[in-house]
């Protein structure tokens, strides 16, 4: 049965690292990953390519639903959108603030639901997102909070979109994220906030792998 399953949810704000943090750990421990803001932001694409306005509500959940995604896992994971690859579409700050927009809908919530719970499998799942801990795997035995300062996950995100050529200024993503936590936290529907039970790590003055050792430490070192 899947609840049997171990997750190790890790939940948070954008730019705190939980991408790198949470993948880094599904490899050590040979769990599966899912990465949760990956499906929002197919969503998003998929609105966009059927020309759907964002507040229909109705409309944006026949899209969710009747969507294909498919996760190619390998080393260089690459991400269909009905057998399209959208793998670097997704990756914009653009396309992470219309999944911010859709994602504060709970019809459109619940039409993922499913999706993102079929991702527990043998022999175990780390799952990033928002509320992983709170409403997709409530009963998850180890659950994180990777957080971090607003200007420091700016300063992050800068760095790597700069690195992949991207034409931004930190002055306008110090904005774009304060605007995405404000909706992510203030929403109705599942808001981003500290699951019960989770343990906060602050990545502020951390390495990637001080976070990572930090992360094993909760699940027992296993
Ligand atoms: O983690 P990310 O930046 O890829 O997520 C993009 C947006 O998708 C995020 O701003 C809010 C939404 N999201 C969500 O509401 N719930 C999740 N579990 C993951 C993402």
Redesign the pocket.
């Known amino acids: 049965m899947s609840g049997n399953v171990p997750v190790l949810t890790i939940d948070g704000p954008?730019g705190a690292g939980?991408g790198t943090v949470s993948r880094a750990l599904a490899k050590k421990l040979g769990w599966h990953f899912l990465?949760?803001?990956?499906i929002?932001?197919s969503l998003a694409v998929a609105v966009v390519q059927a020309g759907v306005d964002l507040h229909d509500i109705e409309a944006v959940v026949h899209v969710a639903r009747s969507m294909d995604l498919q996760f190619d896992a390998n080393d260089s994971p690459r991400i269909l959108l009905n057998g399209q690859d959208i793998t670097h579409r997704i990756q914009t700050e653009d396309c992470?603030n219309t999944?911010?927009q859709i994602?504060g809908h709970g019809p459109v919530?619940a039409a993922l639901l499913q999706k993102q719970r079929d991702f527990r499998r043998e022999p175990g799942l780390v799952a990033?997102?928002?509320?992983?801990g709170t409403v997709?795997f409530p009963d998850a035995p180890y659950k994180i909070f990777l957080t971090a300062g607003a200007e420091v996950r700016a300063n992050r995100r800068y760095k790597q979109l700069k690195e992949k050529g991207a034409d931004v200024t930190l002055d306008r993503l110090t904005k774009e994220i304060e605007e995405?936590d404000r909706r992510?936290k203030e929403r109705a529907e599942?808001p981003l906030m500290v699951p019960n039970s989770a343990i906060v790590v602050d990545s502020s003055n951390l390495t990637i792998d001080q976070v990572i050792a930090r992360c094993l430490d909760v699940i027992g070192g296993r």
């Open positions: 954008s939980k990465d949760s803001g990956a929002y932001r992470g999944a911010s994602a919530r990033d997102g928002r509320d992983m997709v995405r992510d599942a």
